[in-house]
């Protein structure tokens, strides 16, 4: 079975600062991996994904995550935090489920951004 | 764009009650999802459905049925409340016809069963 781990409950970076949020996967085949972010009070929203080609993946909002197979991993990154980005994310890996790509969610990464 | 909906943002039930929470989408969708949210927990996905009439367990659905008379709509029932079923829970639409595989998520129920 699939499985995501965020090893990470919270960061805490000031405004202007660089962001990475570590995502790391199990999945014994070519993975589909999906990063959303939870703004207070709302549902989650796409930041982006990957399927495959280019491993250096651009999203909304100014964000990137580079999927890298030796490590397993999914990282998230943006170059400048906004205070807008305070959110909680999650990372998915998704697995075929017969009609869609089902995506088993990791347990989140609360972000904090001082001014 | 694509919205999706929830009957209610909070929600107060007592134990043994059967609740329902419905999810509206309006973008003709054909696949619908309901998850529950707790914290630590992140989400977990506790029925899905690819069609009308149809529906497939998820991770967590002791406890839970469904109902997708309609395509647009999409209900989760808890036939007999419990307050281990205290939670977030959260609706999403995914158009099946392209490899996208984007969810659109609703705004949440917070139900709480006392």
């Known amino acids: 079975a699939q499985s995501v781990t965020q090893p990470d409950i919270h960061i805490t970076v000031s405004e202007g600062a660089s962001l990475e949020l570590r995502c790391n996967y199990s999945y014994g085949a070519t993975p589909y991996l999906f990063w959303y972010v939870q703004s207070p009070g709302q549902g989650l929203q796409l930041l982006l994904k990957y399927f495959s080609g280019d491993t250096l993946v651009q999203g909304i909002k100014g964000f990137e995550a580079e999927f890298k197979r030796s490590q397993s991993s999914f990282n998230l990154r943006k170059p400048s935090v906004h205070w807008s980005d305070a959110a909680e994310y999650f990372c998915?890996?998704?697995?075929w489920g017969g009609g869609s790509y089902i995506p088993t969610f990791g347990r989140g990464t609360s972000l904090i951004v001082h001014p | 764009d694509v919205k999706v909906t929830q009957s209610s943002r909070y929600l107060v039930k007592r134990t043994g009650e059967k609740v329902f929470l419905e999810c509206v989408q309006d973008?003709?969708?054909?696949?619908m999802f309901w998850y529950r949210q707790d914290p630590g927990l992140g989400l977990r996905l506790i029925y899905f459905?690819?069609?009308?009439?149809?529906?497939e367990k998820g991770d967590i659905p002791e406890g839970y049925s469904v109902s997708r008379e309609k395509k647009e709509r999409f209900s989760l029932i808890l036939e007999s409340a419990s307050t281990n079923q205290t939670s977030m829970y959260l609706c999403?639409?995914?158009?099946?016809?392209?490899?996208?595989?984007?969810?659109?998520f609703g705004p949440g129920t917070r139900l709480t069963v006392l």
């Open positions: 973008m003709d969708h054909e696949n």
């Open positions: 459905s690819y069609d009308v009439k149809m529906k």
């Open positions: 999403a639409s995914e158009y099946s016809g392209s490899s996208y595989n984007e969810q659109f």
């Open positions: 998915a890996v998704g697995a």
